[in-house]
Nanobody
Framework: QVQLVESGGGSVQPGGSLRLSCLAS????????MTWYRQAPGKERELVAS????????NYADSIRGRFTISRDNAKNTVYLQLNSLRPEDTAVYYC????????WGKGTLVTVSS
């Protein structure tokens, strides 16, 4: 079955960096775009970044453009999200997502940015 497993979250100070990973299984990973979402406390889930099936096209939310980078390694069935220049407002649970025959979500990884 389809599984998406995120890792790499943690607590960092403002200005810090983290790299999130999402290991995918149960489907042909290089056949589908992948997306990162996040949900902050008390807010709706929002799209952060997406990457095409072969990694040649990316899209970013305005709020994180220039600070976050999405990438993928199809040989490892893994999509990454590099988070730089983190701000307190980036605090959220970050989710990996794939749309195949339906939406598939990981369980999320928590990023906390605080001094």
């Amino acid at each position: 079955q389809v599984q998406l497993v995120e890792s790499g979250g943690g607590s960092v100070q403002p200005g810090g960096s983290l790299r999130l990973s999402c290991l995918a299984s149960g489907f042909t990973f290089n056949g589908y775009p992948m997306t990162w979402y996040r949900q902050a406390p008390g807010k709706e889930r929002e799209l952060v970044a997406s990457v095409s099936a072969f990694g040649d096209n990316t899209n970013y939310a305005d709020s994180i453009r220039g600070r976050f980078t999405i990438s993928r390694d199809n040989a490892k069935n893994t999509v990454y999200l590099q988070l730089n220049s983190l701000r307190p407002e980036d605090t959220a649970v970050y989710y990996c997502h794939a749309f195949l025959d339906k939406d598939y979500w990981g369980k999320g990884t928590l990023v906390t940015v605080s001094s």
